[in-house]
T-cell receptor, first 113, second 116 residues
Framework: GENVEQHPSTLSVQEGDSAVIKCTYSDSASNYFPWYKQELGKRPQLIID?????GEKKDQRIAVTLNKTAKHFSLHITETQPEDSAVYFCAARARGGADGLTFGKGTHLIIQP | GAVVSQHPSRVICKSGTSVKIECRSL??????MFWYRQFPKKSLMLMATSNEGSKATYEQGVEKDKFLINHASLTLSTLTVTSAHPEDSSFYIC????????????FGPGTRLTVL
């Protein structure tokens, strides 16, 4: 089955700096890669996603890049703010469109004021 | 995005009892729902795929007789944890997916289960 690796597990950046979180996946059939933000005790919130026919997607301060050949994708957050502090999960969907997600282990992003 | 609710949000039960968790898709018809489990400070693990009108598909290592799933309508899926034990204590979260296979998944608020 699919295996998703995520790094780093913890990332501390100064407010205003950029943060980058990287993930790799194992199944070349995976075609959908969402990123979720989860605050303590809350549900995961979708922040951005990318499909395998696209190499990059941007939404204001957030961007995701996908390298299908290398099977890795990354989340980029620019101009970080204190409210960006949370746990971020990458995920991949394989086997078909109606299947569940395989998640990475998460990155605890800490924005230092 | 889609609106997904779960009930109850929090439940505490004694070991050996069964607990039912409901997941509702409030604003669209969900042909497929997913159940995940999340232990403290850990990632989400897919437990099973719930398909309306048919049997659920369980991931490897998940006991189907222990985690009963019923998806009787396009807006409701239930997860019943039977004969719960302390090791079943976890955060259970459902997600929904619409009719198109490329639809995004949206998560419910989760149910915190504590088994004493």
């Amino acid at each position: 089955g699919e295996n998703v690796e995520q790094h780093p597990s913890t990332l501390s950046v100064q407010e205003g700096d950029s943060a980058v979180i990287k993930c790799t996946y194992s199944d070349s059939a995976s075609n959908y890669f969402p990123w979720y933000k989860q605050e303590l005790g809350k549900r995961p919130q979708l922040i951005i996603d990318i499909r395998s026919n696209v190499g990059e997607k941007k939404d204001q301060r957030i961007a995701v890049t996908l390298n299908k050949t290398a099977k890795h994708f990354s989340l980029h957050i620019t101009e970080t703010q204190p409210e960006d502090s949370a746990v971020y999960f990458c995920a991949a969907r394989a086997r078909g469109g109606a299947d569940g997600l395989t998640f990475g282990k998460g990155t605890h992003l800490i924005i230092q004021p | 995005g889609a609106v997904v609710s779960q009930h109850p949000s929090r439940v505490i039960c004694k070991s050996g009892t069964s607990v039912k968790i409901e997941c509702r898709s409030l604003d669209f018809q969900a042909t497929t729902m997913f159940w995940y489990r999340q232990f403290p400070k850990k990632s989400l693990m897919l437990m099973a795929t719930s398909n309306e009108g048919s049997k659920a598909t369980y991931e490897q290592g998940v006991e189907k007789d222990k985690f009963l799933i019923n998806h009787a309508s396009l807006t409701l899926s239930t997860l019943t944890v039977t004969s719960a034990h302390p090791e079943d204590s976890s955060f259970y979260i459902c997600s929904t997916q619409g009719l198109a296979a490329t639809d995004t998944q949206y998560f419910g608020p989760g149910t915190r289960l504590t088994v004493l």
